[in-house]
Structures are given as C-alpha cells and as structure tokens.
C-alpha cells in the first residue's frame, strides 16, 4: 500500500530545506523563498513535478529506490537574475551530493542518494512583452 502522496512530500521537504538555507542567507541571488505551485508572480521561483518518476530498484526487504523529477522555473524581464538564482540553486543542489543530507517530512524520512541536473537553466519561452520564462530540471534519487 502507497503512502499518502509521496511525490508532494519529498517535493516539500526539499522546498523546506532550500528555504531554510535562504531564511538563513545562505546564498548570494536567492533571497525570495522557493514556492510548490506553478508560475504564478514575475520574478518568482516556483518548484514542480515533472513527468517521469519512477521506482528505480527494490530490493528484497523492500528498501526501495525511486527517481523523482521535478523543475525550478520563473517567469521574469531580468534574465541575469533568473539565470543566476537558477545556477545558484544548481550549485546547491549538487553540493548535497556530498552532504548526503537527510530530506525530513512529515510521513517519511527519506534516504537522500544523489541529484541529477540534466540541463543548465535555459530560457524556454518568451512572450511578446518581454517575459521569459526560464526552467531547469532537476532529478531527485532517494531510498524510502
């Protein structure tokens, strides 16, 4: 039997570590918090599923190693400052592949693994006033 939405918690707990950091100042770009929810405000980064998430492996005890994709995106007219927020959070995102951190939630404690970053933030889109709206995917590999 499947946990109570595992995707919104993992994808919580890693919004809540990252805004820890930035409640914190921790970073040099973001200093607005990361929020779960589709483009919504100009400037701001919005963190969401992707399609694609799987169980990777499962091993006879029943550990189980998954794959969750997910995307930073923000709609805005600076595109210095989206890029940068973007690498700055890239860059941290990979430096958890050596802290091993664990991801903390309300249901799970989640065994973090590693992170993939498959592309650098890219601007995929822009209107005709100007805004472009800018995304990078981000893989998670936890074991629950």
Same mark, same amino acid.
């Given at each position: 039997m499947?946990?109570? @939405?595992p =995707?919104?918690?993992?994808?919580? $707990?890693?919004v809540n570590? =990252?805004?820890?950091?930035?409640?914190?100042?921790?970073? $040099?770009?973001?200093?607005?918090? =990361?929020?779960?929810k589709?483009l %919504?405000?100009?400037d @701001?980064?919005?963190?969401? #599923?992707? #399609?694609?998430s799987?169980? !990777?492996?499962?091993d006879?005890s029943?550990?189980?190693? /998954?794959q969750?994709n997910?995307a930073?995106? !923000?709609?805005?007219?600076?595109r210095?400052?989206a890029?940068?927020?973007?690498?700055e959070?890239?860059?941290y995102?990979?430096?958890?592949?050596?802290?091993?951190?664990?991801?903390?939630?309300?249901?799970?404690? /989640?065994?973090? %693994?590693?992170?993939?970053?498959?592309?650098?933030p $890219?601007? =995929?889109?822009? %209107?005709?006033?100007?805004? $472009?709206?800018?995304n990078?995917?981000?893989? !998670?590999? !936890?074991?629950?």
């Amino acid at each position: 039997m499947l946990a109570k @939405q595992p =995707i919104n918690d993992l994808q919580e $707990a890693i919004v809540n570590l =990252i805004n820890t950091h930035i409640k914190e100042k921790d970073f $040099a770009y973001n200093k607005d918090l =990361i929020f779960i929810k589709f483009l %919504d405000k100009h400037d @701001q980064i919005c963190f969401t #599923p992707n #399609p694609g998430s799987h169980l !990777v492996d499962e091993d006879y005890s029943g550990e189980q190693y /998954w794959q969750y994709n997910y995307a930073f995106t !923000v709609k805005t007219q600076h595109r210095g400052d989206a890029k940068n927020k973007l690498f700055e959070l890239s860059e941290y995102l990979q430096s958890l592949n050596k802290s091993k951190e664990k991801l903390i939630s309300k249901e799970h404690t /989640w065994i973090f %693994d590693h992170v993939e970053i498959p592309s650098a933030p $890219a601007e =995929i889109m822009e %209107d005709l006033k100007g805004t $472009a709206t800018y995304n990078m995917d981000v893989a !998670v590999f !936890v074991y629950e």
